[in-house]
């Protein structure tokens, strides 16, 4: 799959090394192969490129590769190789063969079709030792057999495959053969993976230096990342994604590509045309389905009998695409999300919309949820059901990802909506306020609903509507309902405040604005934050002292409150030149996020950008690296778009501090390209104050110089909309009707270039801050 002009990674090049000192080797004696790794790993253009160097050599080169599966005959990838060879062999050949091993092997070449024993039933086992035979006398220089995709091979492949390994061919034969490294392949332990005389060499992920190489020249930033964490060091799965990006990616969680509609990451799909009939329909059915997904939902979705779908399956998971979910193995899922996100959009939208429905039936049947309006007094949305499985809570999870966009949902519905936004609110935020959302559209809901919607939204990066929520809900947290409520909701009003860059508002938000302030370990936490924003004018005293009392307030047996508090305490003492207390809360705080699992992580990502922040005040930049890399790729992975722009800068902090000038200037870039999909003016001003002192240029000025082309109305409609107004506030306030705020808005777009309000609002901040 990989482009035959794109060079060789240095890993790929190592491996090639290994199977040219094989065949170097096997001048001398014969020697054996086996080359294994994932779907799209490089194997086959590694034995492309072994076959033309044998050939240039002088070595006899016989490659095959083994056809799809369902039409294969007996032998069908030994006479892919050979049969050309026996087709221009002259008498010499067959004569030094002997009659009874021509006749054996002419019921499986096409070119002995006219010789004795052709119409005959193959004798498997005849076959076998006159194929041994044969490859000793085929080259004078040496013979190459190369058996790509084995893994569909029948049994006796893998008996010729055992009897070459354990009875060698004479003179200079190297014997490789290629699989996928999956559970699919088990029939192939007919040849132990530590067979004596067998060579294995294993095609693993690339190195990210690697990946990174392979991306075409002038990759957006945030678009590289996101191709090269979800093609996860695949070549093949990296060109494919690769050909898809481009400017202004959509960016999405990790998980967002194993459920519902998920995000087109490349215009075309990979290569599957390997698939059977019924393995591409099973393969279509189970990426409309999502991960994870049960052999019954497969063939509710597929439209197939269950004995169908089960053979469809076990394609699949030969063919190293899904993979058993789970110890029970009554749950599959995709190999990789992103194969999955491929082989969705690749259905075909005429065939989705006919299967949705089945789709939707098949997992409300395996989550217990009826279908259509429910009643079931005194139950809230997020409650979650009494004595659930985990097979149910799958279901259940798969589901809402469906629900977002489903018309006449019921109660049940509404509730696997609130409950799945509950349980992904740190790791698929954006997919979480849209099932938020979805559940609003439904009538009246509590407050709590739209304060988890508020989290969601600052978490996504979405900060002006998340600010513009809890403005809008006010003080109405229900702290009488919920312990911890007023508190938890200041907390994050004041973060997304923060975050925002309305350093002010949120100090007073945290003080209480005229009221009782928010007490504990969090508010406390944030607390110190808002003291060492480098823009709120940083105060290492007071946040010292507030990440003090937030660590003698944090719960025992909450190790991702305790390590946070660590890691602003580090921060707070190194920022104050205070040494050994920096020294010791960091290591701390480190010891304590080795020990969080992904759940607390996920919720406590800033802690590394100050845990960062402290490493690099103590003179330790690579370590301080290595901890704010950790927590980018994780805010990549989870979708915390907002944080991992901060964390970007922080990395940019690291790699200037360590004198790498050039590491710091990519991720000045994906700071910025981040502060720009989330049109936020605090981030994006950061980025160009970080530029300043490497002299990178990232945008800015620019785009907000582009407001000079507008007329003075439309410069109005403008500022309106920077301030969040909705068509119907623009309308009310200027007097004027909907319809001409939407011309005015349609005037406005065509003349930035842009396609989003948050764009357009994203524009007049930069300007705001130029001014």
Same mark, same amino acid.
């Given at each position: 799959?990989?482009?035959?002009?794109?060079?060789?990674?240095?890993?790929?090049?190592?491996?090639?090394?290994?199977?040219?000192?094989?065949?170097?080797?096997?001048?001398?004696?014969?020697?054996?192969?086996?080359?294994?790794?994932?779907?799209?790993?490089?194997?086959?253009?590694?034995?492309?490129?072994?076959?033309?160097?044998?050939?240039?050599?002088?070595?006899?080169?016989?490659?095959?590769?083994?056809?799809?599966?369902?039409?294969?005959?007996?032998?069908?990838?030994?006479?892919?190789?050979?049969?050309?060879?026996?087709?221009?062999?002259?008498?010499?050949?067959?004569?030094?063969?002997?009659?009874?091993?021509?006749?054996?092997?002419?019921?499986?070449?096409?070119?002995?079709?006219?010789?004795?024993?052709?119409?005959?039933?193959?004798?498997?086992?005849?076959?076998?030792?006159?194929?041994?035979?044969?490859?000793?006398?085929?080259?004078?220089?040496?013979?190459?057999?190369?058996?790509?995709?084995?893994?569909?091979?029948?049994?006796?492949?893998?008996?010729?495959?055992?009897?070459?390994?354990?009875?060698?061919?004479?003179?200079?034969?190297?014997?490789?053969?290629?699989?996928?490294?999956?559970?699919?392949?088990?029939?192939?332990?007919?040849?132990?993976?530590?067979?004596?005389?067998?060579?294995?060499?294993?095609?693993?992920?690339?190195?990210?230096?690697?990946?990174?190489?392979?991306?075409?020249?002038?990759?957006?930033?945030?678009?590289?990342?996101?191709?090269?964490?979800?093609?996860?060091?695949?070549?093949?799965?990296?060109?494919?994604?690769?050909?898809?990006?481009?400017?202004?990616?959509?960016?999405?969680?990790?998980?967002?590509?194993?459920?519902?509609?998920?995000?087109?990451?490349?215009?075309?799909?990979?290569?599957?045309?390997?698939?059977?009939?019924?393995?591409?329909?099973?393969?279509?059915?189970?990426?409309?389905?999502?991960?994870?997904?049960?052999?019954?939902?497969?063939?509710?979705?597929?439209?197939?009998?269950?004995?169908?779908?089960?053979?469809?399956?076990?394609?699949?998971?030969?063919?190293?695409?899904?993979?058993?979910?789970?110890?029970?193995?009554?749950?599959?899922?995709?190999?990789?999300?992103?194969?999955?996100?491929?082989?969705?959009?690749?259905?075909?939208?005429?065939?989705?919309?006919?299967?949705?429905?089945?789709?939707?039936?098949?997992?409300?049947?395996?989550?217990?949820?009826?279908?259509?309006?429910?009643?079931?007094?005194?139950?809230?949305?997020?409650?979650?059901?009494?004595?659930?499985?985990?097979?149910?809570?799958?279901?259940?999870?798969?589901?809402?990802?469906?629900?977002?966009?489903?018309?006449?949902?019921?109660?049940?519905?509404?509730?696997?909506?609130?409950?799945?936004?509950?349980?992904?609110?740190?790791?698929?935020?954006?997919?979480?306020?849209?099932?938020?959302?979805?559940?609003?559209?439904?009538?009246?809901?509590?407050?709590?609903?739209?304060?988890?919607?508020?989290?969601?939204?600052?978490?996504?990066?979405?900060?002006?509507?998340?600010?513009?929520?809890?403005?809008?809900?006010?003080?109405?947290?229900?702290?009488?309902?919920?312990?911890?409520?007023?508190?938890?909701?200041?907390?994050?009003?004041?973060?997304?405040?923060?975050?925002?860059?309305?350093?002010?508002?949120?100090?007073?938000?945290?003080?209480?604005?005229?009221?009782?302030?928010?007490?504990?370990?969090?508010?406390?936490?944030?607390? $110190?934050? !808002?003291?060492?924003?480098? +823009? @709120?004018?940083? %105060?290492?005293?007071? =946040? &010292?002292? *507030? /990440?003090?009392? #937030?660590?003698?307030?944090?719960?025992?047996?909450?190790?991702?409150?305790?390590?946070?508090?660590? $890691?602003? !305490?580090?921060?707070?003492? +190194? @920022?104050?030149? %205070?040494?050994?207390? =920096? &020294?010791? *809360? /960091?290591?701390? #705080?480190?010891?304590?996020?080795?020990?969080?699992?992904?759940?607390?992580?996920?919720?406590?990502?800033?802690? !590394?950008?100050?845990?960062? +922040? @402290?490493?690099?005040?103590?003179?330790?930049?690579?370590? *301080?690296?290595?901890?704010?890399?950790?927590?980018?790729?994780?805010?990549?992975?989870?979708?915390?778009?907002?944080?991992?722009?901060? !964390?970007?800068?922080?990395? +940019?902090?690291?790699?200037?501090?360590?004198?790498?000038?050039?590491?710091?200037?990519?991720?000045?870039?994906?700071?910025?390209?981040?502060?720009?999909?989330?049109?936020?003016?605090?981030?994006?001003?950061?980025?160009?104050?970080?530029?300043?002192?490497?002299?990178?240029?990232?945008?800015?000025?620019?785009?907000?110089?582009?407001?000079?082309?507008?007329?003075?109305?439309?410069?109005?409609?403008?500022?309106?909309?920077?301030?969040?107004?909705?068509?119907?506030?623009?309308?009310?306030?200027?007097?004027?009707?909907?319809?001409?705020?939407?011309?005015?808005?349609?005037?406005?777009?065509?003349?930035?270039?842009?396609?989003?309000?948050?764009?357009?609002?994203?524009?007049?901040?930069?300007?705001?801050?130029?001014?």
């Amino acid at each position: 799959m990989p482009d035959q002009q794109q060079p060789l990674t240095a890993a790929r090049t190592r491996d090639l090394a290994v199977l040219y000192r094989e065949l170097r080797l096997a001048g001398e004696g014969p020697r054996f192969v086996r080359l294994t790794g994932e779907p799209w790993s490089g194997k086959s253009r590694l034995l492309r490129q072994l076959a033309a160097t044998a050939h240039k050599e002088g070595w006899t080169v016989a490659s095959g590769r083994m056809p799809r599966a369902g039409r294969s005959r007996p032998f069908a990838v030994v006479a892919d190789a050979l049969d050309d060879h026996l087709a221009r062999a002259d008498g010499t050949l067959f004569e030094r063969l002997g009659e009874a091993r021509t006749r054996a092997l002419a019921p499986v070449f096409p070119a002995l079709a006219t010789l004795p024993g052709a119409g005959e039933k193959p004798d498997p086992g005849a076959v076998v030792r006159a194929l041994r035979f044969l490859l000793g006398l085929l080259g004078e220089r040496g013979t190459l057999l190369v058996l790509d995709d084995v893994h569909r091979a029948g049994p006796e492949v893998l008996d010729l495959l055992d009897h070459l390994v354990r009875h060698p061919p004479t003179g200079s034969v190297l014997t490789v053969f290629a699989h996928r490294s999956v559970p699919g392949g088990r029939h192939l332990a007919a040849v132990p993976y530590d067979a004596p005389g067998v060579r294995h060499l294993a095609l693993g992920p690339l190195p990210p230096a690697d990946a990174r190489a392979l991306l075409p020249p002038g990759t957006p930033p945030l678009a590289a990342e996101l191709v090269l964490r979800d093609a996860a060091g695949v070549p093949g799965l990296l060109h494919a994604l690769a050909r898809g990006a481009g400017p202004g990616p959509s960016f999405h969680a990790t998980a967002e590509l194993a459920t519902g509609v998920p995000p087109v990451l490349a215009p075309d799909s990979i290569d599957l045309h390997t698939l059977s009939s019924l393995g591409w329909r099973c393969a279509c059915a189970a990426a409309l389905l999502g991960d994870p997904f049960t052999a019954a939902a497969l063939a509710r979705t597929a439209g197939v009998p269950l004995e169908q779908a089960l053979a469809g399956l076990d394609e699949l998971h030969g063919e190293g695409l899904v993979r058993p979910d789970g110890a029970a193995g009554t749950r599959f899922r995709f190999v990789r999300p992103a194969v999955r996100a491929l082989v969705h959009h690749a259905s075909g939208a005429g065939w989705r919309s006919a299967a949705l429905g089945r789709a939707v039936d098949a997992l409300r049947a395996g989550a217990g949820t009826p279908a259509g309006p429910q009643d079931a007094p005194g139950e809230a949305p997020g409650d979650a059901p009494r004595d659930e499985d985990a097979g149910a809570a799958a279901a259940r999870r798969t589901l809402a990802a469906h629900l977002e966009h489903a018309a006449g949902i019921g109660l049940e519905d509404v509730r696997a909506l609130a409950l799945s936004a509950r349980e992904g609110l740190y790791t698929r935020p954006a997919r979480s306020a849209a099932a938020l959302r979805r559940v609003m559209a439904t009538g009246p809901v509590p407050v709590e609903v739209r304060l988890l919607l508020n989290k969601a939204l600052a978490l996504s990066g979405r900060l002006e509507e998340a600010v513009r929520g809890y403005e809008e809900t006010g003080p109405r947290s229900h702290e009488d309902r919920l312990p911890g409520g007023r508190t938890d909701t200041a907390v994050w009003q004041a973060r997304a405040l923060r975050w925002s860059g309305r350093h002010a508002r949120a100090r007073s938000v945290l003080d209480g604005d005229g009221g009782l302030p928010p007490g504990g370990p969090a508010a406390e936490a944030e607390r $110190a934050a !808002l003291a060492l924003e480098p +823009a @709120a004018g940083a %105060d290492p005293g007071e =946040a &010292r002292a *507030a /990440a003090e009392q #937030a660590l003698r307030t944090a719960p025992a047996d909450d190790p991702g409150a305790r390590a946070h508090a660590y $890691a602003l !305490l580090a921060a707070a003492c +190194a @920022a104050a030149g %205070d040494v050994e207390p =920096a &020294r010791a *809360a /960091a290591d701390a #705080a480190h010891a304590l996020l080795a020990r969080t699992g992904e759940p607390e992580r996920a919720a406590h990502l800033e802690a !590394l950008r100050w845990l960062g +922040a @402290a490493e690099t005040g103590l003179g330790e930049p690579e370590r *301080a690296g290595r901890h704010v890399e950790r927590g980018l790729a994780a805010a990549l992975e989870y979708g915390q778009a907002h944080l991992a722009g901060l !964390l970007a800068l922080g990395l +940019a902090e690291a790699a200037l501090a360590a004198g790498d000038a050039a590491g710091a200037r990519a991720r000045i870039r994906l700071a910025a390209a981040l502060a720009e999909q989330t049109a936020v003016p605090a981030l994006a001003a950061a980025a160009r104050e970080a530029e300043h002192r490497t002299g990178v240029h990232v945008g800015g000025p620019h785009d907000a110089s582009r407001l000079s082309l507008l007329s003075e109305r439309e410069r109005i409609v403008t500022g309106l909309v920077g301030e969040g107004r909705t068509n119907q506030q623009i309308a009310a306030r200027l007097d004027i009707s909907v319809k001409t705020v939407e011309t005015y808005m349609s005037r406005i777009f065509k003349k930035l270039g842009m396609n989003s309000r948050t764009q357009v609002a994203h524009v007049v901040g930069m300007s705001a801050n130029i001014r």
